[in-house]
């Protein structure tokens, strides 16, 4: 019975670890079905939306470092490792960011080909 306490301790600490692993990020593809029928108007548009929810993003990444930070401080400190394992290591507002980045670039170049002001 001595060994009980042990095995209830590993399966504890890998019901812990399955929630660091970190989350699956499924970024928007650069180029998408109906871009080139898009006029100048929604081209511009589309710009805009993807620039303002690119810079909501990186606000929240940054936002979701420094809690990563103060999670890690307070559990280094105080709580021990449990409090490390809400850490979120996704990096999905990164990921994300760079999507809209990417098809930013594409629709850009779509414009510039279809000849709409800048």
């Known amino acids: 019975m001595g060994r009980l306490p042990g095995r209830w301790l590993f399966v504890a600490s890998a019901i812990c670890l399955c929630g660091c692993a970190a989350k699956e990020v499924v970024p928007i593809p650069m180029a998408q079905a109906g871009d080139d029928d898009l006029g100048c108007p929604a081209l511009k548009q589309q710009i805009a939306a993807n620039s303002a929810a690119m810079d909501e993003l990186l606000r929240k990444d940054k936002q979701v470092e420094q809690e990563n930070v103060a999670k890690n401080v307070v559990g280094a400190v105080l709580v021990g490792p449990l ?28 414009a510039k080909r279809k000849g709409c002001p800048s």
């Open 83 to 110: 409090a490390m394992a809400s850490t979120d290591l996704s990096n999905e507002e990164q990921v994300k960011a760079r999507a809209l980045a990417d098809r930013n670039e594409h629709l850009t170049y779509l």
